[in-house]
């Protein structure tokens, strides 16, 4: 089936750029996600990118997609404290099925 | 305020108890999902609902039981809670089950089994 690969752990200093990987597998991806979610809180939409986008940029957040090679990625320019979080990378297809989710990614940001 | 609640945020249940977790959502949105998340395990799929009436399972639906009677209401039973159930809960909802403009989030349920 679909798989979602993104690295579990990430930390950069406050000021600096933080650049958070994914890749995947499902060929036929429709629209990829990045969501956030801080602590005991639930997951909440930051931005999403339609497959047939190279690039799509949101304020501070840009997102870079490379359908050739699946990969994902999801850049914040001057990371703050206040972006310490979970950011979970998912995927979905033209089929009516539901979205694959990565496992994570705990960015950590350094005063 | 719009969006999907949850009720309750925090339950602890003995071995063998019964529950129900509640969800409802008020954006009449037609796809309705319960999510799992465990340390180390991210989100997985317990069971969906692309509308009133129709469920189907996901990833890990052993132990849960579903029914979707309306479009805003989809609650998650728990018929004889185990250990191993102890997780924090999602439910999502979203207007297509591909997601379109993202899915909705709940806040979560925090389920202890002792």
């Known amino acids: 089936g679909e798989d979602v690969e993104q690295s579990l752990f990430l930390s950069v200093r406050e000021g600096d750029s933080s650049v958070i990987n994914c890749t995947y597998t499902d060929s036929s991806s429709t629209y990829l996600y990045w969501y956030k979610q801080e602590p005991g809180a639930g997951l909440q939409l930051l931005t999403y990118?339609?497959?047939?986008?190279d690039m799509k940029q949101d304020q501070r957040l840009t997102v870079l997609l490379n359908k050739k090679d699946k990969h994902l990625s999801l850049r914040i320019a001057d990371t703050q404290t206040g972006d310490s979080a979970i950011y979970f990378c998912a995927e979905s297809n033209q089929g009516n099925t539901p979205l694959v989710f990565g496992k994570g990614t705990r960015l950590s940001v350094i005063a | 305020n719009a969006g999907v609640t949850q009720t309750p945020k925090f339950q602890v249940l003995k071995t063998g108890q019964s529950m129900t977790l509640q969800c409802a959502q008020d954006?009449?949105?037609?796809?309705m999902s319960w999510y799992r998340q465990d340390p180390g395990m991210g989100l997985r799929l317990i069971h969906y609902?692309?509308?009133?009436?129709?469920?189907d399972q996901g990833e890990v639906p052993n132990g849960y039981n579903v029914s979707r009677s309306t479009t805003e209401d989809f609650p998650l039973r728990l018929l004889s809670a185990a250990p191993s159930q102890t997780s924090v809960y999602f439910c999502?909802?979203?207007?297509?089950?591909?997601?379109?403009?993202?899915?909705?989030f709940g806040s979560g349920t925090r389920l202890t089994v002792v």
């Open positions: 999502a909802s979203s207007s297509t089950t591909t997601g379109g403009d993202g899915y909705t």
């Open positions: 609902s692309v509308g009133a009436g129709i469920t």
């Open positions: 954006m009449n949105h037609e796809y």
């Open positions: 990118i339609f497959s047939n986008m």
